[in-house]
């Protein structure tokens, strides 16, 4: 029978290493032709929206899809697992925790391809819920030493930096402007919900990368043109999703400045069929939208590991 997991339990099994073993995995397969994976669809009525990605993991045997919800009263995320050969349920996942650490997991691999070895300071836009992850997976690929945090509401800033400090035994600390966040930092991240860019492209330094995690439709901009235009390497997750939801390369795009070739794919640096940074000064930058086979490659392992545990609860179905 078909399993499901709540919250609570997803959270006793989830661990960041799992997730970017995942990750990488789902990528791989993307990239040789082993995995499908589409667009995001979206629903909309007047008070909430429903999002669907969808796809498949051939050689893990599954299809499925990631369902969520967003609206003022909450945002609700479930993952759905078949069988790829006959179709049969496999499980049903609550994937709040799981799209967060997925999300976080793709920042950190990307970073391990793009990022400078010695990257030891980070600025992060954004303090919430997502921000952890993209720091807990910096913090296991690449040398972190410190994490300079900013969110426009400065209780949150500090709180943020409180308690990430806490969790992954960096110094973390609150920057005072946008500004202070991008100067002197090897990476930045933004992971928000910013309609218009966070900061200003001037502002990177030589040799830095870039996880631009937030902005998931068209209407969305964390970075600006001047960052897209330094950027020497333009990696996203996949390029069919990018081109249809990716509003930070939008603009460049429509105006010639990017080309669609020159977008790579996360699962092309990871299998080394296309390059990375070609030099230690040069920009990059991953923009990350997401995709429905980081959620099942994740749901695969999990279901797993509930069953060996036996954690879940059984579906009449």
């Given at each position: ?13 989830l ?21 499908i994976d ?9 008070t909430?929206?429903l ?10 045997g599954?299809?499925g899809?990631?369902?969520?919800t967003?609206?003022?009263e909450?945002?609700?995320f ?5 069988d ?7 499980a049903?996942?609550?994937?709040d925790a799981?799209?967060?650490m ?9 970073a ?10 980070v ?6 819920w997502?921000?952890?992850s993209q ?7 690449r ?16 709180a ?13 600390a609150?920057a ?5 966040a ?6 930045v ?5 910013s ?11 030589e040799?830095?990368h ?5 902005s ?19 990696c996203?997750?996949?390029?069919a999703?990018?081109l249809r ?10 105006k010639?400045?990017?080309?669609e070739g ?8 990871l299998?080394g069929?296309?390059s ?5 000064s040069q920009?990059?930058l ?16 999990l279901?797993?590991?509930a069953?060996?545990?036996g954690l ?6």
């Amino acid at each position: 029978m078909a399993l499901y997991l709540n919250e609570a339990e997803v959270g006793k099994l989830l661990t960041m290493d799992l997730a970017l073993e995942a990750v990488e995995s789902a990528h791989r397969a993307h990239a040789a032709g082993r995995a499908i994976d589409m667009p995001r669809q979206r629903t909309r009525t007047a008070t909430s929206t429903l999002h669907i990605l969808q796809g498949a993991l051939l050689e893990e045997g599954v299809t499925g899809y990631k369902a969520y919800t967003t609206s003022r009263e909450a945002n609700r995320f479930l993952v759905h697992l078949f069988d790829a050969a006959d179709g049969r349920p496999l499980a049903v996942l609550a994937a709040d925790a799981l799209g967060m650490m997925r999300t976080g997991a793709a920042g950190g691999l990307a970073a391990r391809c793009l990022a400078r070895p010695e990257s030891a300071t980070v600025g992060v836009f954004g303090a919430g819920w997502q921000a952890q992850s993209q720091i807990a997976a910096l913090c296991r690929l690449r040398p972190i030493e410190r994490v300079k945090l900013y969110c426009r509401d400065e209780e949150r800033r500090r709180a943020g930096a409180a308690d990430f400090s806490r969790r992954f035994g960096v110094e973390v600390a609150p920057a005072a402007n946008a500004e202070e966040a991008v100067r002197g930092s090897d990476i930045v991240v933004t992971i928000t919900s910013s309609s218009h860019p966070v900061f200003d492209g001037d502002w990177l330094e030589e040799g830095a990368h870039v996880t631009a995690a937030g902005s998931n439709s068209l209407i969305r901009h964390e970075i600006d043109e001047k960052t897209v235009r330094r950027a020497g390497v333009v990696c996203v997750d996949g390029r069919a999703t990018a081109l249809r939801e990716a509003g930070d390369l939008l603009p460049a795009l429509e105006k010639g400045r990017l080309q669609e070739g020159q977008l790579v794919e996360l699962g092309e640096l990871l299998t080394g069929t296309r390059s990375g940074r070609s030099d230690p000064s040069q920009i990059t930058l991953f923009e990350s939208q997401g995709m429905a086979i980081q959620d099942l490659a994740l749901a695969v392992r999990l279901v797993a590991l509930a069953r060996q545990n036996g954690l879940g609860s059984e579906l009449p179905y």
